[in-house]
């Protein structure tokens, strides 16, 4: 909306000093910029990572993990199924020695909707089992149904996936993956908010800029 | 689709209203929709809701229309001012946001009255105070904003809970469209920080840590940011309309519409319509131009029109009193104190002409603390929220330059904040009196119950401070310009800084927080306090500049505490779908028990050990069947002698069994069971209640008076 305003202040503003929309212009295009500049740097960083060996692509069996209020039930298909007992079941991993997590994939289907479901991490080996809200993120879900986690390239210590919070779900796991593949499109899928943000922030610092220019010209005027 | 027929009749009625009533653009989307509450609670008292709907939709279009013949394409050209296009695009944009995400109600109180009563209305297409309901105390419940709702899906039949959503939102929307109504598209960079401002008004005054769950501004159905945001919206309103710095007596009725529509938006609210009611009055006739017997005229025209700005409330209180009675036939009662009482009882103990109960000393004693330290924005507790409200009004002072306007300001400010004041004594008589949660944790959501105030204050003092930097750019500023202005402009972004910081880190705790942080903290509130003060002795002749900067300070600074407060996903803009999973399956349930009922069947509800949370929620997801109030309303039944049965409650098998036949409760829906149940009224169900295994099941009555499960 604040393009469509600054079309119109463009084409009526018959430019006293200098054009109007110029300045805006140039904050929305360098904010734009910066933006993608931001999602290459990520994509290039987590590319150079994966070449450089720091981060592996894993997938996990439940065996591998500790299981809290979860009940591991018979294979069905070669794929493994397991239950929560109570509503807050937990899949923990704690094992990590600040690896590099960019998705933990949980492709995985259970039997009813089972409330929220989240992803908690630790960044540093002396924060041990304590886990908090500040540091979760929410599961998403691909087109095909599967969820994943994006934590955007953290050094991660320690994982625990809370796959419901309502209890008696039966979960048919077809992988659990840390480090899934990321598409490259992911990197630069919008967002609501940063885009948002975007629409209004560039249009602010335009505001902030010219006030500034005008206070600086008054300033040197008076010396 | 309704709803997109919604926001054309009330674009429609923008236009008529901009081009035949010659309402400035910004302004007309805040007196559509109030207009939209105050008709229909009108066709509503009246039972009239339907047809008088419909003929609300042909006016809306047909005036509309009536304007373009009239007026012709010059009326739509009037109509592009960023206030407007901000209401316009913001409707549509969220229209499609919500549409798509479809959020559903979540909160306790989103079931018990405001979302069920939004549904009552769109499934009965009359007031949910005369509809047949498992409960009776709805009767209570304002009907502005439930109305709202039931405009913007008008037409159709099903009832989605996003619509109510949306419906709120556009009210938020108008009221910063009202903001916005002194600039034109050329201005968009001075509207820009105040549009902001008031788009981020709602997180300002809910959130208050780094928030770890969705927060439900932008998607919530209760009153109180809805109240907060129309107030300020009605002051803005009002003193938008002025010339030359003198108020506009012939367009009071602009500012009484959204008063009497406030009146009727939520009940505590009310003594707070009257002090801006008073405060209306009393700007008009202090600072009108005509003086003598033109002034008395006038005066009388703004008492006038003020006291017509009540009549929908004495309606409302009428009709509520009515329905009251008629459920009071059928067993409803009395649960607390009426208003009145309250505040009586609380002024005479107040002030010793009588002895003070136990409670109300209780409550007096944690009126203080609770304001200075219950976090109720962004910045802080009250006191600190105060503290950078009144630096916003005096900042205004200080710059405006227009002594007139200076007046104004000052009045306003002393007004409201002896409104403050009696505000506090209404909570205070309302958490003694009718209000009957308990204390231990101190006073039950005293931010929820305070932050419709601050959000008014706020937007009225960012408005001021806004018009400060419209002023003409004084000669002064040209002929001796100095940069020394500046730095108390520094402060303010400084200060702001500081606490900002100090929110981020969680630091001021003030209970326990480190001596350091706690100085640290205090200092970037005195900044704030200071600034006026300062800005006064330095600004000479910058005045105009210097409120720009504070503009754009503010803006800034409440935009960095939203991001970083507000973590992606967190908020109305791009939570998680799993948000609402649970709800979902709630929903789920109703659904396929649903299946099996045949219209007009009761329900009786089991859910032992239960809040009364899911009693409430399931009540809102069965309408129109109508969930049995099920002798408890979802809490354990007892058999009578079991520790902790209440003697008029507890039922025995034969008991429960005339329960049931009486209240006509053809099927019983069970959710939780618990040994005693199963005991005591297993005898009731064929299968011994067998069938139950942790998910809801739903029972069918056989005419007998045993029960089988639905497979």
């Given amino acids: ?223 | 689709m309704n709803t997109a027929i919604a926001l054309l009749a009330w674009l429609a009625l923008c236009v008529f209203l901009q081009g035949s009533a010659k309402v400035k653009a910004s302004l007309t989307p805040l007196l559509a929709l109030c207009i939209t509450m105050l008709y229909f609670s009108l066709a509503g008292v009246l039972q009239v809701l339907w047809p008088a709907g419909l003929l609300f939709y042909l006016l809306a279009f047909g005036l509309c229309g009536f304007t373009l013949v009239k007026q012709g394409v010059k009326t739509l050209h009037n109509m592009l001012t960023p206030g407007f296009l901000v209401f316009a695009v913001g409707c549509v944009l969220l229209l499609a946001h919500f549409a798509i995400k479809t959020p559903m109600f979540s909160e306790w109180d989103e079931f018990s009255t405001w979302g069920t009563a939004a549904k009552l209305l769109k499934l009965n297409n009359s007031l949910y105070t005369t509809a047949e309901m498992g409960w009776v105390w709805t009767t209570t419940q304002s009907p502005a904003l439930p109305l709202l709702a039931y405009f913007a899906q008008f037409f159709g039949s099903g009832f989605a809970a996003w619509k109510v959503y949306w419906a709120y939102d556009a009210l938020t929307l108008a009221v910063c469209a009202a903001l916005l109504a002194p600039y034109t598209l050329k201005d968009w960079k001075k509207a820009l920080p105040v549009g902001l401002l008031a788009l981020l008004t709602p997180y300002f005054f809910s959130v208050f840590y780094r928030q770890v769950h969705l927060n439900k501004a932008y998607l919530t159905a209760y009153a109180d940011i809805a109240s907060g945001l129309l107030l300020g919206g009605a002051l803005v309103l009002y003193y938008t309309l002025a010339r030359q710095g003198q108020p506009k007596v012939a367009r009071l009725w602009q500012a009484a519409l959204p008063l009497a529509a406030l009146a009727l938006v939520k009940e505590n609210f009310y003594p707070v319509v009257l002090v801006a009611m008073a405060l209306l009055v009393l700007d008009a006739v202090l600072f009108a131009k005509p003086k003598g017997k033109a002034l008395l005229k006038k005066a009388g025209i703004a008492a006038a029109a003020v006291a017509a700005a009540l009549l929908p409330y004495i309606m409302w209180q009428a009709h509520a009193g009515w329905a009251n009675r008629q459920n009071a036939v059928t067993g409803g009662q009395q649960t607390s104190m009426d208003a009145l009482t309250a505040a009586l009882t609380a002024l005479r103990q107040l002030l010793g002409m009588q002895p003070q109960s136990q409670r109300f000393s209780e409550v007096l004693q944690l009126m203080g603390p609770t304001f200075v330290n219950k976090r109720v924005s962004m910045v802080g507790g009250g006191l600190a929220t105060c503290l950078f409200i009144a630096a916003l009004f005096a900042c205004a002072f200080a710059l405006q330059q227009n002594k007139t306007l200076r007046l104004r300001i000052a009045l306003a400010f002393g007004v409201l904040a002896a409104g403050f004041v009696a505000y506090q004594f209404v909570l205070l008589a309302s958490y003694s009196f009718i209000f009957s949660t308990s204390l231990e944790t101190g006073l039950f959501e005293y931010d929820r119950y305070v932050s419709g105030y601050y959000t008014a204050l706020f937007l009225l003092g960012v408005f001021f401070l806004a018009q400060a930097a419209r002023q003409k750019q004084p000669e002064a500023e040209k002929a001796a310009p100095k940069h020394r202005w500046a730095v108390p402009c520094l402060a303010i972004a400084a200060g702001l800084l500081v606490c900002y910081h100090a929110v981020f880190t969680g630091k001021i705790n003030l209970e326990a927080a480190s001596p350091k942080w706690t100085l640290l903290y205090w200092a970037g509130w005195l900044a704030l306090a200071v600034l006026p003060v300062a800005l006064a002795l330095l600004a000479k002749g910058r005045a105009r500049l210097a409120a720009q900067s504070g503009v754009l300070a503010v803006g800034i600074a409440v935009a960095l505490l939203f991001v970083t407060l507000v973590p992606p996903g967190l908020s109305a803009l791009d939570y998680s779908t799993r948000a609402y999973h649970q709800q979902q399956m709630l929903e789920q349930n109703a659904q396929a028990a649903a299946e099996y009922l045949q219209p007009g069947e009761r329900i009786f509800f089991v859910c032992q050990n239960g809040t009364g949370l899911q009693w409430f929620q399931y009540s809102y997801y069965f309408l129109p069947y109508i969930l049995d109030y099920s002798i408890t309303g979802g809490v354990s039944i007892l058999p009578p002698g079991t520790p902790g049965a209440n003697p008029e409650k507890a039922k025995t098998l034969e008991g429960l069994q005339q329960y049931l036949q009486q209240n006509n409760c053809t099927t019983i829906f069970v959710v939780a069971l618990d040994d005693v149940f199963i005991e005591t009224y297993g005898a009731l169900f064929t299968d011994g209640l067998q069938s139950f295994t942790g998910q809801p099941v739903l029972y069918l009555g056989n005419g007998q008076g045993a029960y089988a499960p639905v497979q």
């Avoid at chain 1, 934590?151 to 992988?175: F, H």
């Avoid at chain 1, 209004?200 to 005027?221: H, S, V």
């Fill in chain 1, 1 to 223: 909306m604040s393009k469509k305003k600054k079309k119109h202040s463009g084409a009526k503003q018959s430019a006293p000093r200098e054009k109007a929309w110029k300045l805006p212009l140039i904050c929305y295009i360098v904010a734009l910029g910066l933006y993608l500049l931001g999602c290459t740097y990520s994509f290039v960083q987590d590319t150079s990572r994966i070449y450089s060996g720091a981060i592996v692509r894993q997938a996990y069996k439940l065996e591998d993990l500790a299981l809290e209020s979860i009940e591991q039930l018979a294979d069905e298909n070669g794929m493994q199924r397991f239950v929560s007992t109570d509503d807050d079941p937990k899949i923990l991993y704690y094992s990590l020695q600040g690896t590099y997590i960019t998705r933990v994939g949980f492709n995985a289907t259970s039997n009813k909707p089972g409330g929220e479901m989240v992803l908690y991490y630790t960044t540093s080996s002396a924060q041990g089992l304590k886990f908090t809200d500040r540091q979760k993120v929410w599961a998403q879900q691909y087109a095909d149904g599967s969820w994943y986690f994006d934590l955007g390239g953290k050094k991660v210590y320690g994982l625990r996936l809370d796959p419901d919070t309502t209890g008696g779900v039966v979960w048919t796991v077809k992988e659990l993956m840390f480090n899934a593949p990321k598409p490259f499109g992911a990197y630069y899928a919008p967002n609501a908010q940063p885009m948002f943000l975007l629409l209004l922030l560039p249009g602010l610092a335009a505001a902030g800029i010219q006030e500034g220019r005008r206070i600086w010209r008054l300033a040197k005027a008076a010396r």
